[in-house]
Structures are given as C-alpha cells and as structure tokens.
C-alpha cells in the first residue's frame, strides 16, 4: 500500500492543518525509498523501544498519535549511513480535535457516546446525561479503562450529570469546562495546585489510558490492505506495593 495513500487517509478524518503549531504531526520521517508499506506498527509513542520492536516485526512504517519530540535521529531506525529504516507519522493535536478522535474515543469506550452534545471548544467534548449519576457508580465507570485513575472532589459533590471530557493533558480546561455548565471533567496529568483549586470534580485517568484507546481508530482509518500490528507500550507509572 502506498505510504501517501495511507497519510492521506488519516488527514481526511483528522487534517493535518487543524493540528496546533507547535505540534510535530505529520511526517517525521519520510523515507523515499521506502514508499510501498506491507506491515505498519501502530503506537501511542514513537520512543527508541518501539521503532526497535517494530524492526523485528518487519515493519516499514510506525504510525504512532505522539510525535516524535525528543528522541534523537541518531537511534536505531538509522543505519550506519544514517538512512532511515522506517517511515514514521504522526497524528497529534490533529487526532485530538478530530471528530470521532481521542476524546470522543474515550466517550464511546463509556458507553456515554449518545448524550454527547454539541458545544464550541476544540478539544473539549460533553456529555449530558438524562438522569443525574451518583459519584460512586460513575468511578465504577471510570476504573474499567483507568484503574488507578485518580480523583479530585474538593466540594463533596455527590451526583454528576454534564461531565466534560479531554485525553491526554486537559487540565488546563476544568475552567473552561466550568463555564460551559460541566460539574466535572475527565481528563489526565492533573498537578497538584489546578487539583486544589478545582471547583468541579475531575478525574484524572491518566495521560496513557486516556489515549491508548485511539490506536484501534488508526486500524480502522488505514484499512485491511496492509498488515497491522501493536506495539507493546505500558504507562511509565506504576502502583506502589
């Protein structure tokens, strides 16, 4: 399968020129003789132990929702002549935005994807519900795809109804999530001042689970022409036991 046809099927459902610019999506690495792709490895992120895993696939591409910002070209997808061995793209803060994107992804692992309703944000999304939810049974909800999430409850709420989501590090919109009527806001990476400060719930899930969730959204958009297969990837925080 063509690696441009691939791209382009990803930029019709999250385009690349709604991605923020300081944002790396794209491609990071497009290697020219490399144009027909047999096997891709899909990624949340592009880190040294991925692309590695993706050579000893037989991979030729590594489609991953992070880019690639800090990992040096010096690794092991070069060569001794520093030619790449893989192709690499990225669909970031495009993906996010994206209908049906991130966020949206983690509303429809809920269940919750029916009480969405429309409201004018780029990365937020709400969802209503027709009858108030207990705290209790909603982080029951929660803990089937973060069960170590965390959660921030300085007002002592005791029942939600329009809840705000955002994957990834959206902490910086429980504001915005306040204004536009949500009493809480499901998201990742929450610090420790925007938690105390917080005057809705928020639930911080985590920054991996809350957009690991996307990697079966890129099989979908790429399609049954070319192999597929997953990186191995855990969340680098862990439990203490």
């Not at 999304?125 to 089937?144: A, Y």
Request: aromatic share 10%; net charge negative; proline share 4%.
């Amino acid at each position: 399968m063509d690696k441009y046809e691939i791209s382009k099927l990803i930029e019709n459902f999250a385009p690349l020129d709604t991605a923020e610019s300081w944002d790396a999506s794209g491609w990071v690495i497009d290697n020219h003789k490399m144009n027909n792709i047999s096997k891709i490895m899909l990624c949340l992120t592009p880190t040294e132990d991925v692309f590695s895993q993706a050579l000893n696939e037989g991979c030729d591409m590594v489609v991953s929702h992070h880019p690639m910002f800090y990992l040096p070209f010096s690794t092991c997808i070069m060569d001794e002549s520093f030619h790449p061995k893989l192709n690499v793209y990225s669909a970031h803060t495009n993906m996010d935005k994206a209908n049906g994107g991130t966020t949206d992804t983690i509303i429809k692992t809920l269940g919750l994807e029916e009480y969405k309703i429309p409201i004018e944000h780029e990365f937020l999304r709400m969802v209503e519900l027709p009858n108030r939810i207990s705290i209790e049974d909603f982080s029951k909800k929660i803990s089937k795809i973060s069960p170590n999430g965390r959660l921030v409850n300085n007002r002592n709420i005791k029942h939600l109804q329009k809840i705000a989501f955002c994957a990834g590090s959206g902490s910086e919109f429980i504001t915005d999530a306040k204004e536009f009527g949500a009493n809480c806001l499901v998201t990742g990476d929450l610090k420790f001042h925007t938690a105390l400060d917080s005057e809705i719930v928020v639930y911080d899930i985590g920054h991996f689970e809350s957009e690991i969730l996307i990697l079966p959204v890129f099989e979908k958009l790429i399609g049954e022409d070319v192999e597929i297969v997953y990186a191995k990837e855990n969340s680098p925080f862990c439990l203490i036991k």
